[in-house]
């Protein structure tokens, strides 16, 4: 069977600018189905960025495989890139120019011709709930929660079966964070693509996501279904949250595990 | 996979498309630019027919004049060349937008010449327009120049100049905090050595020796011989071999650079706005 993704043994491990060794992976294996959305939760600094950065061919493992619908990502990731897109936490645009000069750039790049390009735009931003009259302003003038609506309109353009979501609805408002949250549903019932979601957001996890995969300190905790990862906890008559699940799992409270890293 | 020519050409013309609207977007900062090279080439200018005056020894003014001009003229374009080129990197960085560039299906050789053309193109409006500038301040008349062979020998020259940004964007890309820096001081170099406002041969010995290295030096010097002294194309051989040497060196060589830092980047997690 193909995977949309599949990861065996990826270890990745950084240097900190006093020289301290940081291991950001270790040993991570997951086989992700296709059209399914897979979430990866963690607190911040679990390693989920580097997971996502490693399947956008953005960063190179230090050992291990990780291949996109079959195709390596260190040895053939000119493949993966056609594969692949990407929302990361901050939307990344040139902030002064306006969101269709921002589009129609990403969508030459894939090689779209313009024509075929502004009718993706209009079609993607019309049903993600952007406004036409407003494509024409910068990029810089828009709220949070719209750039990352635009950000999600770059990342459609280009058709990838596989999306990688990394934190897409960190920082924003609840209202924003909400509608961020339904474009991501209608991805997942229309569209014939693989949603990868990286989340320190319990709540968000337990709404979006069909299989989840617990992340800390760089290690893989736990996997599968979130019904049945919600049935290994012992006091399952309560509804236990992913909160509890975490704490199960890891010996370790979400909230002091988000400290911890800040600190 | 999605491959082939006529995507490399559009991705291309995309990086032409995307610095068009930039410098479209930072018309003031260019406007502010713009008027900072032209009171540097007119400051120049003055300083060479400022020099009839204080010497008992009689000068061709006229001469001097226009050697200094010519020299901030070309310096104007050679140097904007490098600079659109060497910013590929750190302009991306500061836009936050390097990571979803080098995520996208284009190969890195496209990349890096679609942006040199755009330097190229760039750096030449704004010479021609520098240049009907100083006509309102200098009585420049140039009966016997060979614009012709001129414009060949600054084509050539432009090649060595996209060769060494391209070279010299791979510092932003190993080193996110110093690279830009390390760019200017490269540039201010490059400045110092090349005969850009006086003839090589004054500098002390190992100057002249490293200015060889650079490809201002042929290119200043081909390009005042065929204005000033109407030298024909041919003549400045001399000038131009080491400007095609450089050209077929510096460009594949700043590109093979550059892959092998992207991948050392990627390994290193240098791609990162922060690092």
Redesign the interface.
């Given at each position: 069977m193909t995977y949309a993704l599949e990861a065996n043994l990826i270890c990745k491990n950084f240097l900190r600018k006093n020289k301290k060794p940081v291991k950001a992976l270790q040993d991570v294996n997951l086989c992700i189905p296709k059209n399914t959305v897979y979430g990866l939760l963690g607190p911040n600094g679990s390693g989920k960025s580097t997971f996502i950065r490693i399947a956008s061919t953005l960063l190179i493992p230090d050992s291990g495989e990780l291949r996109i619908l079959g195709r390596d990502v260190k040895t053939q990731s000119n493949d993966v890139k056609w594969l692949i897109n990407r929302v990361s936490v901050e939307a990344s645009f040139f902030r002064n120019l306006s969101a269709f000069e921002n589009l129609l750039f990403s969508a030459g790049l894939y090689g779209i011709p313009r024509k075929s390009a502004i009718q993706r735009i209009f079609e993607i931003t019309d049903r993600i709930g952007l406004d036409r009259k407003r494509l024409n302003e910068r990029i810089r003038d828009y709220s949070r929660g719209m750039q990352q609506k635009v950000a999600i309109a770059r990342a459609l353009i280009t058709q990838p079966p596989v999306l990688l979501l990394d934190e897409p609805t960190t920082g924003l408002d609840p209202r924003a964070k909400l509608e961020v949250q339904e474009l991501i549903r209608i991805m997942r019932e229309r569209l014939d693509v693989t949603i990868v979601l990286t989340t320190h957001d319990m709540a968000e996890a337990e709404k979006m996501c069909d299989k989840v995969a617990i992340i800390h300190n760089g290690k893989v905790v736990v996997d599968g279904d979130p019904d049945f990862l919600m049935e290994q906890l012992p006091q399952a008559e309560q509804k236990p949250t992913f909160e509890d699940v975490f704490l199960h799992f890891t010996g370790v409270d979400f909230s002091e595990a988000e400290k911890e890293i800040v600190a | 996979?999605?491959?082939g020519f006529?995507?490399?050409l559009?991705?291309g013309?995309?990086?032409v498309?995307?610095n068009f609207?930039?410098t479209k977007?930072?018309w003031k900062w260019e406007v502010v630019f713009l008027l900072w090279t032209i009171a540097n080439a007119v400051s120049i200018g003055f300083i060479g027919k400022w020099t009839g005056s204080f010497s008992n020894v009689e000068v061709n003014t006229d001469y001097i004049t226009m050697y200094m001009l010519l020299g901030s003229i070309l310096w104007g374009y050679l140097s904007v060349v490098f600079e659109v080129v060497s910013e590929t990197v750190s302009w991306e960085r500061w836009?936050?937008?390097i990571?979803?560039?080098?995520?996208?299906?284009?190969k890195r050789v496209t990349h890096l010449l679609s942006v040199c053309g755009y330097a190229a193109l760039y750096a030449l409006l704004r010479t021609v327009f520098i240049l009907l500038v100083l006509t309102l301040f200098f009585d420049i008349q140039l009966v016997g120049a060979n614009y012709g062979a001129a414009f060949l020998l600054l084509v050539i020259a432009s090649f060595s100049f996209m060769g060494l940004g391209i070279c010299a964007a791979v510092l932003p890309l190993i080193s996110p905090e110093k690279g830009a820096q390390m760019v200017g001081i490269f540039s201010s170099i490059l400045l110092m050595f090349s005969g850009v406002y006086y003839d090589i041969g004054i500098l002390p010995t190992w100057m002249q020796f490293v200015a060889k290295g650079s490809p201002a030096t042929y290119a200043l010097r081909g390009i005042r011989n065929t204005i000033l002294e109407g030298s024909s194309f041919w003549t400045q051989m001399d000038n131009i071999w080491p400007l095609v040497v450089m050209s077929f060196i510096f460009i594949p060589v700043g590109v093979i650079l550059f892959s092998k830092a992207e991948?050392w980047a990627?390994?290193?997690?240098k791609?990162k706005r922060s690092g």
């Amino acid at each position: 069977m193909t995977y949309a993704l599949e990861a065996n043994l990826i270890c990745k491990n950084f240097l900190r600018k006093n020289k301290k060794p940081v291991k950001a992976l270790q040993d991570v294996n997951l086989c992700i189905p296709k059209n399914t959305v897979y979430g990866l939760l963690g607190p911040n600094g679990s390693g989920k960025s580097t997971f996502i950065r490693i399947a956008s061919t953005l960063l190179i493992p230090d050992s291990g495989e990780l291949r996109i619908l079959g195709r390596d990502v260190k040895t053939q990731s000119n493949d993966v890139k056609w594969l692949i897109n990407r929302v990361s936490v901050e939307a990344s645009f040139f902030r002064n120019l306006s969101a269709f000069e921002n589009l129609l750039f990403s969508a030459g790049l894939y090689g779209i011709p313009r024509k075929s390009a502004i009718q993706r735009i209009f079609e993607i931003t019309d049903r993600i709930g952007l406004d036409r009259k407003r494509l024409n302003e910068r990029i810089r003038d828009y709220s949070r929660g719209m750039q990352q609506k635009v950000a999600i309109a770059r990342a459609l353009i280009t058709q990838p079966p596989v999306l990688l979501l990394d934190e897409p609805t960190t920082g924003l408002d609840p209202r924003a964070k909400l509608e961020v949250q339904e474009l991501i549903r209608i991805m997942r019932e229309r569209l014939d693509v693989t949603i990868v979601l990286t989340t320190h957001d319990m709540a968000e996890a337990e709404k979006m996501c069909d299989k989840v995969a617990i992340i800390h300190n760089g290690k893989v905790v736990v996997d599968g279904d979130p019904d049945f990862l919600m049935e290994q906890l012992p006091q399952a008559e309560q509804k236990p949250t992913f909160e509890d699940v975490f704490l199960h799992f890891t010996g370790v409270d979400f909230s002091e595990a988000e400290k911890e890293i800040v600190a | 996979m999605r491959e082939g020519f006529i995507h490399e050409l559009r991705a291309g013309i995309s990086f032409v498309n995307r610095n068009f609207n930039l410098t479209k977007r930072y018309w003031k900062w260019e406007v502010v630019f713009l008027l900072w090279t032209i009171a540097n080439a007119v400051s120049i200018g003055f300083i060479g027919k400022w020099t009839g005056s204080f010497s008992n020894v009689e000068v061709n003014t006229d001469y001097i004049t226009m050697y200094m001009l010519l020299g901030s003229i070309l310096w104007g374009y050679l140097s904007v060349v490098f600079e659109v080129v060497s910013e590929t990197v750190s302009w991306e960085r500061w836009e936050d937008t390097i990571e979803y560039t080098f995520m996208a299906p284009v190969k890195r050789v496209t990349h890096l010449l679609s942006v040199c053309g755009y330097a190229a193109l760039y750096a030449l409006l704004r010479t021609v327009f520098i240049l009907l500038v100083l006509t309102l301040f200098f009585d420049i008349q140039l009966v016997g120049a060979n614009y012709g062979a001129a414009f060949l020998l600054l084509v050539i020259a432009s090649f060595s100049f996209m060769g060494l940004g391209i070279c010299a964007a791979v510092l932003p890309l190993i080193s996110p905090e110093k690279g830009a820096q390390m760019v200017g001081i490269f540039s201010s170099i490059l400045l110092m050595f090349s005969g850009v406002y006086y003839d090589i041969g004054i500098l002390p010995t190992w100057m002249q020796f490293v200015a060889k290295g650079s490809p201002a030096t042929y290119a200043l010097r081909g390009i005042r011989n065929t204005i000033l002294e109407g030298s024909s194309f041919w003549t400045q051989m001399d000038n131009i071999w080491p400007l095609v040497v450089m050209s077929f060196i510096f460009i594949p060589v700043g590109v093979i650079l550059f892959s092998k830092a992207e991948a050392w980047a990627k390994k290193n997690g240098k791609l990162k706005r922060s690092g």
